[in-house]
């Protein structure tokens, strides 16, 4: 009588459910639609994150670039690091005080000091770590910058600023910070 | 009246039960398209991102061949402005960039047009230009005899 009601279930317009191939093939396709949603999700937010990050990078890369000239440009001495390995980088002298160029984990950092008063600082964070290398020729001084290498696939960070000392200004190899 | 008649909604068409093939088939046509919409705008937002870095290098290209200009003597200003080149930074992640400069001399000085197109759409008919005077004070900026 039992096997009877089971095999007659299916012509049964009371019956309500589906049968267990129909319940695996709808889990499927869902899975499928969902895995594809899913994935796109996460691209998309993978994605604006990393161009949050490269956008940034690109802001404070022209902010650097236009601060070292305004600071080069009226600069009465200028001193660049004799090492690469060195913790400052450029130094700046100007009637208002002198200006350092200095390396951190993650940028570089401006620091003004005036003759009186306390100094200031300003960070010039990236999104990752990068080598800075500075360069003296003759009246132009350039400050270079590449990310190191990262498993990220954002592309490398490439900052390369030269500028143009004032007529009468002095670039120094080296010196004391 | 049968017995099920009593579970059924109201309005239900009478022994219908489910979704058929054809519906589900417009469902996943449905959301396939949505999705494959999507897909593109995360491709053209990629490219805004590394036009927008590529402008980035140029401008500071540019600005960067303003200053050298600055430190040009005046007799080797003509002969430095026939030999510009982006430099080899520039050159690898800019396709195809290419520098031109364009000089005009006047009362207040020499007036520089420095240009930078690359392959971009409308990059070489509208090349970015960086505008600069050398002052007669300058290295640069003493008038051609």
Same mark, same amino acid.
């Given at each position: 009588?039992?096997?009877?009601?089971?095999?007659?279930? %299916?012509?049964?317009?009371?019956?309500?459910?589906?049968?267990?191939?129909?319940?695996?093939?709808?889990?499927?396709?869902?899975?499928?639609?969902?895995?594809?949603?899913? %994935?796109?999700?996460?691209?998309?937010?993978?994605?604006? %994150?990393?161009?949050?990050?490269?956008?940034?990078?690109?802001?404070?890369?022209?902010?650097?670039?236009?601060?070292?000239?305004?600071?080069?440009?009226?600069?009465?001495?200028?001193?660049?690091?004799?090492?690469?390995?060195?913790?400052?980088?450029?130094?700046?002298?100007?009637?208002?005080?002198?200006?350092?160029?200095?390396?951190?984990?993650?940028?570089?950092?401006?620091?003004?000091?005036?003759?009186?008063?306390?100094?200031?600082?300003?960070?010039?964070?990236? %999104?990752?770590?990068?080598?800075?290398?500075?360069?003296?020729?003759?009246?132009?001084?350039?400050?270079?910058?590449?990310?190191?290498?990262?498993?990220?696939?954002?592309?490398?960070?490439?900052?390369?600023?030269?500028?143009?000392?004032?007529?009468?200004?002095?670039?120094?190899?080296?010196?004391?910070? | 009246?049968?017995?099920?008649?009593?579970?059924?909604?109201?309005?239900?068409?009478?022994?219908? $039960?489910?979704?058929?093939?054809?519906?589900?088939?417009?469902?996943?046509?449905?959301?396939?398209?949505?999705?494959?919409?999507?897909?593109?705008?995360?491709? *053209?937002?990629?490219?805004?991102?590394?036009?927008? *870095? *590529?402008?980035?290098?140029?401008?500071?290209?540019?600005?960067?061949?303003?200053?050298?200009?600055?430190?040009?003597?005046?007799?080797?200003?003509?002969?430095?402005?026939?030999?510009?080149?982006?430099?080899?930074?520039?050159?690898?992640?800019?396709?195809?960039?290419?520098?031109?400069?364009?000089?005009?001399?006047?009362?207040?000085?020499? $007036?520089?047009?420095?240009?930078?197109?690359?392959?971009?759409?409308? *990059?070489?008919?509208?090349?970015?230009?960086?505008?600069?005077?050398?002052?007669?004070?300058?290295?640069?900026?003493?008038?051609?005899?």
């Amino acid at each position: 009588m039992m096997r009877r009601d089971r095999r007659h279930r %299916s012509l049964d317009p009371c019956h309500a459910g589906v049968s267990l191939v129909e319940l695996l093939a709808a889990m499927t396709a869902a899975s499928v639609v969902m895995s594809a949603a899913v %994935s796109l999700v996460h691209r998309g937010y993978a994605l604006e %994150s990393r161009s949050r990050q490269t956008i940034a990078d690109e802001r404070t890369a022209l902010r650097l670039a236009r601060q070292l000239r305004a600071d080069v440009h009226a600069a009465d001495r200028v001193r660049w690091a004799a090492v690469p390995d060195e913790p400052w980088l450029i130094m700046i002298d100007m009637p208002t005080g002198t200006v350092t160029y200095a390396t951190t984990a993650v940028g570089l950092e401006r620091i003004v000091k005036p003759p009186v008063g306390m100094p200031s600082r300003e960070d010039f964070t990236f %999104s990752r770590e990068a080598s800075w290398v500075v360069r003296g020729d003759g009246s132009l001084v350039s400050l270079s910058g590449t990310s190191v290498e990262d498993r990220s696939r954002r592309p490398p960070l490439v900052i390369d600023i030269a500028a143009a000392l004032a007529t009468g200004s002095t670039l120094i190899h080296g010196g004391e910070p | 009246m049968h017995s099920c008649e009593a579970v059924r909604p109201p309005g239900h068409p009478a022994g219908r $039960r489910g979704f058929t093939t054809l519906e589900v088939i417009a469902a996943a046509g449905l959301v396939s398209a949505g999705l494959a919409a999507i897909v593109p705008i995360f491709v *053209r937002q990629a490219r805004l991102v590394a036009e927008t *870095r *590529r402008e980035r290098i140029a401008l500071e290209e540019l600005a960067n061949q303003a200053e050298r200009l600055a430190a040009v003597r005046p007799d080797a200003l003509d002969a430095h402005l026939a030999g510009l080149t982006v430099s080899p930074a520039v050159a690898a992640l800019v396709p195809a960039a290419r520098l031109a400069a364009v000089r005009g001399d006047s009362p207040l000085g020499t $007036r520089v047009a420095l240009m930078l197109s690359w392959d971009a759409a409308g *990059r070489h008919e509208r090349p970015l230009t960086l505008v600069t005077w050398l002052p007669p004070g300058s290295p640069a900026g003493e008038p051609r005899r």
